[in-house]
């Protein structure tokens, strides 16, 4: 940035100086009182740089190896300004911090609450560094908005480290955050076009005890590298409880700490590289989620991904390596993506959930064996689900018309690798699944043709396959576990051909019959979709009684 004509200052504890006009030395520092450009240079051990313009022009303040440590307020204050830019000169290190002992200035609106704190519209720039260390409360805030758009910048907070009232907007920069409480957020509700956090590039790297990054109304991530650690990380879980049919105990609980990504309408991902390891929900909107690009990386020590009402994923690669459950949602749309699931519970629920706080089986609340109004769309993409409790659930319906699902669910009989209270139909792509056969159930399909094998023997690592007469492998999934029901539905799969199907154990050779072709017996409980209670060994139709 250009300094000619700017003001000078060189801060100093036995006596500040200014050298031009719009700024005056003061007793513990330097007062800024109109819109100019300031060089910034020197240390103070106890003092501030403070803000009070009352024009319209905006006040920049190049900081070029500036040093501010005060032990009673924030030692960047802008009172008052238009707009406050501050631009870090190339090669310089700047430091701000506070005191533990701090007091606030205004005790009624508890101001000035950070280290550097502006009333004011705030932008931090340049190539050079900035740390700050906020032993009082948090890092840095503005009262309006907040835009970093380069720079280094780190930042270590007793509570939050970045906070943005109307907006916090992260257009690049390198960013180093660590808090006590939450890593960033926006929290003005009284409209949609406040309360945001919007992430375009640079590389930022967030640790926090209480949320990662969190809105009160819209979070985007466009671009850029994210790294969160929030609540401790997937590992700092607070242990989940489950009876045997491992339908989970909680409490609705929508405000626990330690999510990752949270926001209270919108929650969008439209490409960047995101990591997240959370003691919660890694991605969770109390309204829509929506996945439309960049690569997400997801431990999480509840759900991989949570929406109160929509969840959407359209493009983009999705990997949940650890979760309790993968995908909850009342509806869950899959128009494409790649999608990989790894869950203790269940892989992906579809619920409508409960307001009220209730200890409820299956996920989301409720009687587990209720159909409600929840839907899960399959229209395309690549699933991949691995799960220790239901592998796909629905409490409502199921309708798959594209793409390619493979599922590796439960071992135990109390769940079941297809769940769904409502219907369930497959009109288009391929699914395959595995899993065991006590609460066996199949979709419906009119126009396309299928296979049950009651009675494999799969184990961890042994592959299931189908292959064609001249033994091209039209489908094949590994077990991760003990798996003794698989099913699989696919296009190429065609009536009056001859098939060869192996676990690795055993191989049969079928000719199909069209439709659903059995192969073995199912023990347990009942089948098929659109009636019964499986609890209750009741039969759906389509499916025989207890077995093929």
């Known amino acids: 940035m250009d300094t000619t004509g700017a003001t000078v200052i060189t801060l100093a504890d036995s006596g500040s100086l200014v050298e031009g006009t719009g700024a005056s030395a003061t ?45 009673t307020t924030a030692p960047l204050f802008v009172r008052e300004a238009h707009k406050t830019v501050i631009h870090l000169a190339g090669g310089s290190e700047n430091t701000l911090s506070d005191s533990a002992s701090a007091v606030y200035e205004d005790v009624e609106n508890e101001e000035p609450s950070g280290a550097l704190f502006s009333k004011s519209d705030l932008t931090l720039n340049g190539s050079g560094t900035l740390t700050v260390n906020a032993a009082f409360k948090d890092g840095i805030v503005s009262r309006d908005g907040l835009k970093i758009a380069d720079g280094s910048v780190t930042v270590s907070a007793a509570d939050d480290a970045l906070m943005g009232r109307d907006y916090v907007l992260i257009g690049g920069g390198r960013l180093h955050l660590t808090a006590t409480g939450d890593g960033i957020k926006s929290t003005n509700d009284a409209s949609a076009q406040v309360g945001i956090v919007r992430i375009e590039g640079g590389e930022l790297h967030v640790e926090s005890g209480a949320d990662g990054i969190q809105a009160e109304s819209t979070l985007s991530v466009v671009g850029g590298t994210v790294q969160v650690v929030s609540g401790g990380g997937s590992q700092n879980a607070p242990a989940q409880q489950g009876n045997d049919f491992g339908f989970r105990l909680e409490t609705t609980e929508t405000e626990s700490v330690g999510k990752a990504l949270k926001a209270k309408t919108i929650l969008e991902m439209r490409g960047g590289t995101v990591t997240l390891d959370a003691a919660d929900d890694a991605v969770h909107s109390n309204d829509a989620v929506t996945i439309d690009g960049g690569t997400l990386t997801v431990s999480a020590g509840d759900d991989g991904v949570h929406a109160d009402r ?168 590994e077990a991760t576990r003990a798996a003794n029901w698989a099913y699989i539905l696919s296009p190429e799969l065609i009536a009056g051909e001859e098939y060869t199907l192996s676990d690795g154990y055993e191989s049969r050779t079928i000719t199909h019959s069209g439709g659903l072709h059995q192969i073995g017996t199912v023990g347990g409980m009942g089948g098929g979709f659109g009636g019964g209670r499986p609890d209750m060994g009741g039969n759906r139709p389509g499916m025989p009684p207890h077995g093929f």
């Not at 109109?34 to 920049?60: A, I, K, N, P």
């Not at 699933?383 to 220790?388: E, F, K, P």
């Not at 979709?443 to 001249?470: E, F, H, Y």
């Open 310 to 477: 929509t969840l959407t994923i359209a493009s983009g690669k999705l990997t949940i390596e650890t979760s309790y459950e993968g995908l909850e949602a009342k509806t869950i749309t899959l128009d494409g993506g790649d999608v990989r699931i790894t869950a203790s519970d269940d892989g992906i629920n579809a619920s409508s959930g409960s307001s009220e706080e209730e200890v409820n089986f299956g996920g989301f609340g409720g009687d587990p064996f209720e159909t409600d109004d929840s839907a899960l769309y399959i229209r395309g993409g690549t699933l991949h689900v691995d799960a220790m409790g239901d592998g796909i659930d629905s409490n409502g319906t199921i309708d798959m018309t594209g793409g390619t699902v493979t599922v590796v669910g439960p071992s135990n009989g109390g769940n079941g690798t297809l769940d769904c209270n409502g219907s369930f139909t497959v009109t288009g792509g391929t699914l395959v699944a595995i899993g065991s056969s006590g609460m066996a159930q199949t979709p419906s399909s009119d126009t396309m043709n299928a296979i049950v094998w009651g009675g494999c023997a799969l184990t961890s690592g042994r592959t299931l396959s189908v292959c064609d007469r001249q033994g091209n492998e039209i489908v094949s999934l």
């Open 27 to 71: 007793e513990r520092g330097v007062t800024v009182t109109s819109g100019g450009v300031y060089l910034v240079r020197g240390t103070l051990s106890d003092g501030q740089l403070r803000v009070e313009s009352s024009d319209d022009s905006t006040v920049f303040l190049i900081m070029d190896g500036a040093r501010i440590h005060s032990e």
